[in-house]
Structure formats: C-alpha cells, structure tokens
C-alpha cells in the first residue's frame, strides 16, 4: 500500500487541494505530513482542517512552532507572517473549533520513525534533519561544501528519512550525493537498494523553491519513492496574499518562479 508524504503547505490552500486530488485520483488513502502546514500563505485555517482530516499524522515545522510559541531566526518578512497566521487562529469565532486546532499543532510531534505499510524496513520522518528535527536545513550543496554535517546526519539515519523544511526536492545519499527528481529518470522514482541510508527531501507543496513552480509531493512504495508534480493556479494564492497587508508582496511573486 502506497504513502504519500506532503511537505511545506504554508497557508496555500488552493496547492494542497490540487495535491489531494491527485493523491485521491491514483486511489492512495493514506497520507502522511511532514509539516510547516501554516505559515506565509493566506490560508493557514484551512490548510490546518485539511491536513487534520486527511492526513495519517503530521509533524511540526518550524513555522507550526512559531504561531504556537515565537518566530526564531525569521526574517521580517517571515516573522510578520506568522503573527498574522497566530491572529486567524485567535480570531476563530467557534471556541470549540478554535481550541482544536491549537490542539491538533499542539500534539505534532517533531520526529517519527514508522515502519510503512508493506515496506520491510522503519522510515524515519522529520520537518527538518535528523539531526535538528524542526530547524536544520539540508541544502544540496552541502554534499560539496560541508561534508562533516552530511556525516553527522547520517549517523542519525538507519535506512530511509523523508524530510522537507529547504522546499527543494531530491534525494541524498550517503556517499554523500544529491539527486534532483530531473536526474532519476523521465519516471522520477528512487529505487530503494538493500543496506543503503538515503535522506528523501519531498519538496513542497505551497512554495516550492527548485524553479519549479508546480506543487511536489512524494508517493512512498515498497521499492522505490516518486517525485509528483502537480498543475495549480498560483494566481488565486497570490491574489489573497495580495490582500493581506501584514503578507509581503514579495511571497505572492515568489509562487510563480518556483523561488
């Protein structure tokens, strides 16, 4: 039985519609997520009641964190945008409604190890790295300029990890390399290799960020793992961001080239 894992919503609602559709279309039922479901975009309530309903679990991202506790290490534009996402959840009219949401962020955990549904061997899934399970970023590049990093993380790591946090999908591997979906195959899937350590990046779904301005997600089999692209209409989430004033302008522009 095939998982989909989605990563990095941030508040685009109009994306994750566009992903669970085509989750439902290939009839995969489970789904799992890897977190930061709020934050930047001008949905965050809805997105939040998506993921609540359809996802298996979800983890805690570092912008779930901030409208829980406090912004760490944004940047202005960042940072303004997560206490205008804590204001819609404050705003919510329905108290029963409004405390299950806090609920619901309050209990994402920030890493789990599972073992996946007719896969033989335990996946580890975190927001972030292995290492630092809601902040750390895993660039591409540090397969090249930082070596002991890419080592230390994979000490943490047995078989498998899905992470997202970079908004950059793509495998790494141990040796230590990196594989953009573009270079697995017109297919784009990930075959698994007996005794091998891989750390998956599934990209994003709200904002991606490799120049590719369709929504990515990851569908988890028993042997391998596929990169998806999915068509959405940015236009319609730039539009609502547009409106909002505590939202740059510039998270609005950013959806259209993939940035």
């Given at each position: 039985m095939p998982t989909a894992v989605i990563s990095d919503i941030h508040g685009n609602a109009e994306a994750l519609k566009r992903v669970?559709?085509?989750?439902n279309k290939r009839k995969i039922d489970r789904i799992i997520?890897?977190?930061d479901i709020v934050g930047y975009g001008p949905e965050p309530l809805e997105c939040v009641d998506l993921v609540r309903r359809q996802c298996q679990w979800s983890l805690m991202g570092n912008h779930d964190f901030a409208v829980l506790y406090?912004?760490?290490?944004?940047?202005?534009?960042?940072?303004?945008?997560a206490f205008w996402t804590r204001d819609q959840f404050d705003r919510e009219s329905d108290a029963k409604l409004r405390a299950d949401r806090y609920d619901f962020l309050g209990r994402l955990r920030v890493r789990i190890v599972e073992q996946l549904p007719d896969m033989?061997?335990?996946?580890?899934?975190?927001?972030?790295?292995?290492?630092?399970?809601?902040?750390?970023y895993i660039f591409p590049d540090d397969v090249n300029n930082a070596p002991d990093k890419m080592e230390a993380i994979f000490d943490r790591v047995t078989t498998i990890a899905v992470c997202g946090h970079t908004h950059v999908p793509g495998v790494f591997t141990s040796e230590p390399d990196f594989y953009p979906?573009?270079?697995?195959?017109?297919?784009?899937?990930y075959h698994f290799r007996p005794n091998e350590k891989a750390i998956l990046n599934v990209g994003s779904v709200g904002q991606p960020r490799d120049q590719d301005p369709r929504a990515c997600y990851v569908i988890l089999h028993p042997d391998h793992a596929q990169y998806v692209r999915v068509e959405y209409d940015p236009g319609i989430t730039a539009g609502k961001i547009?409106?909002?004033?505590?939202?740059?302008?510039?998270?609005?522009?950013?959806l259209f080239e993939g940035r």
């Open positions: 669970l559709e085509d989750i997520c890897l977190g406090e912004p760490t290490n944004f940047n202005a534009g960042a940072e303004s945008a033989n061997m335990p996946i580890l899934a975190v927001h972030g790295s292995p290492r630092r399970p809601i902040n750390e979906p573009d270079e697995l195959g017109t297919d784009y899937r547009k409106l909002i004033p505590q939202l740059p302008v510039w998270l609005a522009d950013r």
